[in-house]
Structures are given as structure tokens and as C-alpha cells.
């Protein structure tokens, strides 16, 4: 009999058997910024910190914790490596299909719980500008367009869920979002489980 | 054949048992079909008999009295779906029921059911359970009226293996004169259970717990019991559920119960000694741990622990990395993230319902496997814990 097959790629086995940069040494750390989103409640929460090159205006140096699953580890694990020398705005517009597919791809079911990682990543980048007068930087994540061609921003989708959307075919009635090229859904879908988590993750 | 690996999760299923396996593939090749009249038809009739009286005399029915089903998840189904029922002769129907009670542990089989009658019309209670998953027996009687037509509560709970008093509380459903129906699919095989000693009407069993095959289960119907069938169309199981009867399955789950009725007694005494070893390794080898479940009223085989701080579905795949199948009641795994409902229900933060998992013995598990779990889990734990948010807090 074959060994039943992992249901995750040999990438985010690896990494979640050997993560990288788990962030040991808190207290003594110095982080130039610090990112910390999701709930303990609802399984997931994720801790993001960074050093920056001022001079280079790059990541020089991240770490991170979690309490979360397999893909949580995995994907933070995955992040805390790409990012690494990254420019800053580079750094902030990772998505969670560009960590994807860096993993070699999640089982669908299991993409939201990657997300965590580069959310807090991009509060740690938020909170170094605000820690260095930089306020003007600051980027608020509901400025990010999600689908190009109907121009719709995570806010817009997350209001939607708020509304009452529940699958990706209800978030198109409702905002058209992923009507025109499609080529938005995968991040659609994962921001859609994002934002049910968020608000309604039952406790 | 089977993969390799320490199995730790039998509430989930359970290896075959060697003697069934015989059993079942010397059986083969029967295959007649029990209603037929010729010798291919008689001789699968007999076999499927012969079970229906292991089943009945291991939980002290008659053998008139047990009907086989497609699986446990049916045959609880079939019992709660009659409530329902709008024909004028069925029993349910004539009594007006328009009310059940079940408790907020059960396995999502009697959960979702019970849901579904909700929007059919049916009100449904639920009893809760304490910090052990016991359900109280003077909630019962404040919930049970004259509207009651059902009532549904677990033998053992899969999750954290709490065992109900179902002799007391199908004392006070009886008292009320309403039905009472448990799931002991967890149960049976597990801990003695004799059906007119408890005094139910219902009761549900499963093979595939009891180291039988999956795919069959049973429902005991005390004679006389107001029941409707889910599945018409046939005389099979005496008119109670249509279908060419799963000859083989029934022949496999007769040969479990009767290998059951053998090793019970000294499984139960090796799985409690397995059962305490474990946990006495994991208390004295991991801080902060948390026992979920009645430390007396508990099956055998069944240690639920919640690490705190450590994330369910982390520790199983670690676990499973390091060779041992143990389960998570957290359902991450399977594609949502809502804590087990059963660890909530007792109670706890929604933080321990993540972090636990369920370490469920067989018969065939040793104690160098138990050895083994406890070395390999504290430096599982250590690690996991090393990159958690949550149990750096709880040092500062
Ligand atoms: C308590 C309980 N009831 C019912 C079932 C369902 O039994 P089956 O798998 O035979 O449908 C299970 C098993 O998953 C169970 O643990
Ligand atoms: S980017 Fe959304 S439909 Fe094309």
C-alpha cells in the first residue's frame, strides 16, 4: 500500500517540521516594528516582528509566533524567509497567494489559516512608520484593491461579509467583486474566510 | 498491509478484529440473498440470524427486537426522524408530540437530526452538561413535560468519553411517559451494557467501534416502542428498514460482538492500566495540562488533554509525523475552525477546546507504545508551546 499522502505539499511539511525564525528571545529582541492579529478564541493567533535596513529602507531581520495550525506555522514560517532583504512597500504587498505559492499550494480548506501571517506582517510594517514619524506611510489595509477590474478594495468585501455573505457567489451578487477577468477569486475566497473568521467565528 | 504507525484514535474507528476478518472473508462468498426461499437465500438467513442473536443476547434484548442498519448515524436518524411522522396510525402522531429533548454533547448525527426537526416544527430542548459533560438529572426533570414525546441522550461521549446515567435518566423520561433512545455507540464493547437493566426504549450501536466493519450499525427497538421507519420499500428487518440486508457487514459485526462479549472484561482492566500510565506520563512530563472529561465516569480507553497554548490540529500533525494517530476535537482539520462543542459545552475557554486532543486506546495498543507516546509528546508540546503566543503570556 502507497503511504497515504500528507495533505499538505513536502514544502509546508518541511517548514512546519523545521520552522524558521520563531521569535525566542521576546523580551531582549529590540523589534523596530510589531504586528499581532487574530484571536486565541477563534485558533489562531499570530505575532509578526520586524528590524528594518533604514538605510536600504528593507527588512533586514523577521520573526513571528503563533498559536495556530500546521499552515499557520507553515506560511509564517515561509514569509519570515521571503521577506527577508525585501524592500518595505514590496514586503507589504506580499499576498497570501504570492505565500502560496510559495508553499507549493495549501489545501483550499486550509488557506485561511495562512493568512494570518502576512496580515501581521503588514501591521509591522504600520507600526515601524508610526515608530519612526513616518505616519504618512502608514498604509490602512482597507486601501488594497482586491480585484482590479471591478476596482473592489478588502473593505468593500469585508462589509459585504458583514452584510451577510457567506460564499464567493454571494460577495459577486452583492459587490460584483471577480465578475470581469476572475482571475481574483482564490484571494477573494481567502479574504471572504478572513473576514467570517473575523466577525463570526462562533465562541 | 497496514500502515505503520502507533494507533491512538479508536473512538474514531477501530483496526478489525483478527478473528472478524477470518470470519468475514470465509463468508465471502455467500451471497444469497436472505429473503430468497432456495438454499443460497436460506443459508444467508441463517448467518444473518445467528448475529442478530449474538447482538441481542450480548445487550440483553430478544433477538425480535434488534434491527440492523446501514450505520450508527442511521439508525439514530431512524429513531429520531419518526418524531415527525404524520400518519394517522403512528404512535408519535397520535400523542401529539411536538416536543424532544437531547443534550448539547451528542455526536453531530443526533445534533444535526435534531436540528432538522427544529425546522420541521419540533421543539427541541437540550440539556447542558457540567465541567465533566454530565448531563444533570434535575434539568431533565425540569425540562420534561407532557409535550415531551422523546428524549435522546449518549450513553459515552466520543470526545471526552463521559458515561451518563442512562439508567436514571430513563427512570425520570419513563416517569413522564415519554421515550427514551441513546446513542451507545461509543459504549458497546467498551463497558457492559444490558438494555432492559437500563430500562431504554432505543439504543444505537455501531461496528466499526468495536473492532467490527464500518458501514454497519444496530438499533435496539423495545418491543412495542412507537417507531416509523426512515427507509421503506421492503420487509427486510421485519418491515423497520427496507434494503437487501449487508450480509457480510451483519455476519462481521455478529462475530465483533461475540469476540466483545469474550475480551471485554480483560480489555477494559489492561486499557484502564494503559489508560493511567498515560496520563500519569503526561502529568509528570508536561506542565499545564488539563484532563478533559469525568475522571471516574469515563471510558476505559478514552484520555481527552488539552495542552495549553498548544494549537489541536499543530500537535495531531506532529504526532503523526512522529508515527502516532491520535485525534483533535477542534475540527480545523476538517475545514472549520469552531472549537469541539462538546469541550465548550463543559465549559471550558474556547482556548482548551482548541488545544485538546483525544487519545482513544484499542485492544491492540501495549505499553510500549504507551512509553513511547510519552516521550515523544512532551517534546511535541515543547515545541509547539516555543512558538506560541499564547503560552509566552501565560510565563510573564
Ligand atoms: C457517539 C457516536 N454516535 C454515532 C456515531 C456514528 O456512527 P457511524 O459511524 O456508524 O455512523 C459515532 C461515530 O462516529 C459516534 O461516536
Ligand atoms: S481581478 Fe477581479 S475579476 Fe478580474
Redesign the pocket.
Known sequence: MTQASWAYTDTVKEHFMNPRNILMDEDSYKEHGKGVTGNVKCGDEMIVVIKVDKEKGTIADCKWKTFGCASAIASTSVLSEMVKGMKLDDAYNLSAKDINRELGGLPDHKVHCSVLGDKALRMAINDYYVRNEMEEKVKKEEERV?????N?TDQEIEHAVLEGARTFYELQEMTK?????????QE?TQLLETYKTKHFCEV | MSPKGIYMDNNATTPIHPEVKRVMIETMDLFGNPSSLHVFGRQARQLVEEAREKVASFIGASPEEIMFAGSGSEANNTVLSAVTCQRKQCAYHQQGVNEIITSTIEHPCVLEASKCLQERGVNVLYLDVDQYGKVSLEQLRDLLTERTGLVSVMMANNEIGTIQDIKGIAEIVHERGAVFHTDAVQAVGRIPVNVRELDVDFLTLSGHKMYGPKGIGALYVKKGAPFCPLIRGGHQERGRRAGTENTLGIIGLGKAIEMRSQEIKSDEKRLLELKAALKKGIEENIPDVLFVGHPTDCLPNTLNVSFEGAEGEAIILYLDLEGIAVSTGSACATGSLDPSHVILATGLPAECAHGSIRISLGRENTMEEITYMIDTLPRVIGKIRDMSTVYRRRLQ
Do not use: D
Not at chain 1, 482586491?146 to 471591478?150: E, H, T
Not at chain 1, 467583486?177 to 477569486?185: A, K, L, P, S, Y
Open positions: 482586491v480585484c482590479k477590474c471591478m473592489i467583486v471577480g465578475t470581469g477577468c476572475g482571475e481574483c477569486e477573494v
